[in-house]
Nanobody, 126 residues
């Protein structure tokens, strides 16, 4: 069982930045894909970004491309989501998720991940 813990959420004004981090208790992310999803109130979780371990590539939803950046630290202990140019429509609960295997086509799907964090609230005010 992999336990994920997110941190770094909070309240920020539009145009500001936040950095979310995801850590796995007792292990590293050396052989895990890590995804970030967000959930608006009353809506399904949607894909935001992901880091794929086997090619070191990052993948983004169109809505955040150019504003958000996902990265893994060199020690492979945390995966971070740097969010710049935040907009009120980015307000949501953000979740990190991890999986030890999976095909590329499922990287953007909630069903593609076995492990989930508890979520962290991001609120962007005008």
């Amino acid at each position: 069982q992999v336990q994920l813990v997110e941190s770094g959420g909070g309240l920020v004004q539009a145009g500001g930045s936040l950095r979310l981090s995801c850590a796995a208790s007792g292990r590293t992310f050396s052989r895990y894909d890590v995804g970030w999803f967000r959930q608006y109130s009353g809506k399904e979780r949607e894909f935001v970004a992901a880091f794929r371990w086997n090619n070191g590539q990052a993948y983004y939803a169109d809505s955040v491309k150019g504003r958000f950046a996902v990265s893994r630290d060199n020690a492979k202990i945390t995966v971070s989501l740097q969010m710049n140019g935040l907009k009120p429509e980015d307000t949501a609960v953000y979740y990190c998720a991890a999986r030890s295997s999976g095909i590329l086509s499922t990287l953007r799907l909630t069903s593609g991940y076995a492990y989930w964090g508890q979520g962290t609230q991001v609120t962007v005010s005008l």
